[in-house]
């Protein structure tokens, strides 16, 4: 039977970066705990088709799902809050909007019609919801509108939205308008305009908002709640403080602690909510794992995005998700791996190693350096795709007296290509969407590390890369002491490079972090936390 599925609509004001992923989060979270099938989108604005050609430094990161999209980094907070894997047309941007409009004007689906922003881009985006929430049987999706209201870019969508209000009724959608109320030091007074503003813009556009979740330094005023209920046109019941805390996984029980889930199920007409109590056990004993957490373990983080820690959100995640499970507080130190080019002593100091992803010649050196230093000082080391791949290169320099071996992409001409293109690569002109992408199923080896780590000789992990090991040198590196426990297609590509005689020094050509959920950390992250903790 299929289900009537009821919207949540997700809007920001003032700013960027309030925390309307966050927010979107917690909302379908709640309804999770209260037995609601759902799920989360968000539609992106920009005009690139996905995020896998953005610059991480100036968005965030790349998250990649099981079916090989490339995707905004909220799509990745939905899937560690829910614990849920979320396809890749969760991630709605612009491009895709447009270029199947394009498409179905060339193939005459219009029946001669002049193709417009009204009806037909705003028909498609529509299509897209709902068949999300038609193919999924869903009770509830939220949909978080990136952007800010009052940008050009968002206009399409918002209208979209407030159509599907009009279309689904009053009973099956809400809006909840995510905003700020700053406190100006001189002063400590919580300040409205900039959220009375926000409204009124959204309301230009014909949406009223249903919930406001004000984003504020501490819990919001009274004062400042009645105020922005009055210039709102929202009652105060629906006005909810969004302060900082420790952890957004605190959010979830901030927002129903002021009784939003209360809210949003009258509002829905839903009478009575079911016993979540055990539900709420499960989560609250996962989110109290990360207070009092004791023993510090200080892990450098070596890459070339450091600048922007968002560009690499999901891999500090998954290693607070390790530490949490063992009970230990990881605090991470970002380093430039540019910055490294010279001396890499300064990494003694640390309780484990970790190089994240990246691309590109640049800082390349300082990590090739960080993965020798970590092999000979036997310092725990977890690479991750290019610090799968430079480690590589690090062990056919110092270890298997390969002269200048390098990465092709680093260095198209060195005379020992360790790491090379992968094939069915070199005639590939487009970047974007070109990469081996998703989900690859991957053969361990038993009786390595790679199988103590795992314990399956088979496992699934998410990929996002263009070079690969080269297998001439396969011979070499066995020899000399590092072990490929890990293959896939048939070992046409190697997976998981190890060094059994070291403390811990581990590579995986794939991106676990992308598996890592709160509770359940990925496992070669907890290896690599417990690892540097002994």
Known sequence: MQTETKY??????????????????????????????????????????????MNPTAHGEVFVTDDGGECDMDIGNYERFLNQSVSRTHNITTAQI???????????????????????????????IRSIARTENLDVLVVECGGTVGDIESLPFLEALRQMRLEEGTNNVIFIHVTLAPSLDVVGEQKTKPTQHSVQE?????????????????????????????????????????????????????????????????????????NTSANWDRWNTIV??????????RIAMVGKYVKLTDSYVSVNDALKHAGAKIGKNVTIDWIDSEELNGSVDKLSQYNGIIVPGGFGERGAEGIIKTANFAREKN???????????????????????????????INPNTENPVIDLLPEQKFIENKGGSLRLGANEIRVESNTLGFKIYKSNTISKRHRHRYEFNQKYLEIFNAKGLTFSGHSDNKKRMEILEIPSHKFYLGVQFHPEFSSRPGYPEESFEAFIRAASA
């Open 8 to 53: 949540i609509f997700v809007t920001g004001g003032v700013m960027s970066g309030l925390g309307k992923g966050v927010v979107s989060s917690s909302v379908a979270k709640l309804l999770q705990l209260s037995n609601q099938k759902v799920s989360c989108v968000k539609i992106d604005p920009y005009l690139n088709y996905d995020a896998g050609t």
């Open 98 to 128: 447009y270029s199947s409009v394009i498409e179905a004007e060339r193939r005459g689906e219009y029946l001669g019609a002049c193709v417009q922003i009204i009806p037909h881009v705003t028909d498609a985006i529509k299509d897209r």
């Open 202 to 274: 959204l309301r230009k556009i014909g949406i009223q908002p249903d919930l406001m979740a004000v984003r504020c330094s501490r819990s919001l005023e009274t004062s400042a709640k009645r105020k922005i209920s009055l210039f709102s046109n929202v009652s105060e019941k629906d006005v909810f403080s969004c302060h900082d805390s420790k952890s957004i996984l605190m959010v979830p029980q901030m927002l129903y602690d002021q009784g939003i889930i209360d809210v949003i199920f009258k509002k829905f007409g839903k009478i009575g909510l079911v």
């Open 288 to 297: 109290d794992s990360f207070a009092n957490l004791k023993d510090q373990i």
């Open 379 to 409: 310092i725990p080391y977890l690479g991750i795709c290019f610090g799968f791949q430079l480690a590589a290169v690090a062990f056919g320099r110092h270890v298997c007296g390969l002269t200048n071996a390098n990465s092709t992409e």
